[in-house]
């Protein structure tokens, strides 16, 4: 029971403390606050472009054209074959028939050309559309199903879909890259404000060292203090950043530019959003205020 007590009264010091302080609370609240909104739009930001080269990836896809003289055996034996490849997610197969359907029903010129021939005498081939599990493998898969007897032509892109890879993965790296740098900076810009705030009540924790205070006493009163200032300048950074996306989706139809930009859907990424501000808020003023009274807790 004597640790939850210390922990109520460690709470209520805490408190205290914050309106005792108000206008040093205040400096360290507004710090947090506008960092806090640069870090939440860069993590929505950074998550969109994950979502976008993501669907990009998820499109790509591997078109298999099989020999003209391809038997229904032949196809079921190629269908194995594709199966076993450990690369490949999901496929679909389409006959010549089916593809001489879908040529006419898109153009009336296709219509009237392949009008003309026989099933038999088409020219046209049956084809697999074989989606890969990892996009960065894709040339090796295709390589596989190349040698697959009774396998014609295979493509992919190829060219434009490695440089295409090339770019996704340096995307992501950058946008880590703009997250991390900022809460870095965040966290640094916050540690030192909390700092000046403590700085300025050292003679408090002197006194409290000269009746016998123990360290662990000293420290979590500050400590749950810095957890206050950061949940307080959390709220407007999670307000803004959920409102002004629902609003930002909302005007641009959930795309961005075109229908190929898709942006992530509001529920549940914006309160994994809130989430992630909020824990980053009281985590960088818990760390500050603990790093801040460490100092004047040194003998």
């Known amino acids: 029971m004597k640790p939850f007590r210390m922990l109520g009264r460690s709470i209520r010091d805490a408190f205290k403390s914050v309106i005792r302080n108000f206008s040093l609370s205040l400096a360290s609240i507004s710090c947090i606050t506008i960092t806090l909104i640069i870090v939440a739009i860069a993590i929505i930001a950074s998550f969109n472009v994950q979502n976008f080269t993501k669907e990009i990836e998820r499109d790509m896809t591997i078109v298999v054209f099989l020999e003209n003289d391809a038997t229904e055996e032949d196809v079921e034996s190629v269908k194995g074959k594709i199966e076993k ?172 530019f075109s229908e190929l930009i898709q942006l992530i859907k509001p529920e549940p990424f914006i309160y994994t959003t809130s989430l992630i501000v909020l824990v980053i808020g009281i985590l960088v003023g818990m760390i500050g205020s603990a790093s801040a009274v460490k100092k004047y807790l040194k003998v």
């Not at 190349?146 to 060219?159: A, D, F, L, N, T």
């Not at 879909?161 to 993965?169: I, L, P, R, S």
């Not at 300025?200 to 200032?229: C, D, H, W, Y």
């Open 85 to 256: 490849i450990n690369n490949v997610d999901n496929y679909k197969f389409q006959s010549k028939v089916d593809v001489k359907k879908q040529m006419q029903a898109e153009s009336e010129v296709f219509n009237r050309v392949l009008d003309e021939w026989e099933d038999d005498e088409s020219p046209l081939k049956d084809t697999f559309q074989v989606k890969v599990k990892e996009i960065e493998n894709i040339g090796k898969t295709a390589k596989q199903i190349q040698s697959i007897e009774k396998v014609s032509v295979v493509r992919y892109g190829e060219g434009m879909v490695d440089k295409m890879v090339t770019a996704f993965a340096s995307i992501e790296k950058v946008t880590y890259g703009i997250v991390i740098a900022l809460v870095i900076v965040t966290v640094f810009l916050i540690i030192n404000t909390i700092k000046l705030t403590i700085s300025a009540r050292k003679r408090e924790i002197s006194i409290m060292r000269l009746v016998g205070a123990s360290n662990f006493t000293i420290k979590t009163p500050f400590i749950v203090e810095g957890m206050i200032l950061g949940l307080f300048g959390s709220i407007v950074p999670i307000i803004i950043s959920t409102y002004g996306y629902l609003a930002f989706y909302n005007h641009f139809d959930g795309y961005l």
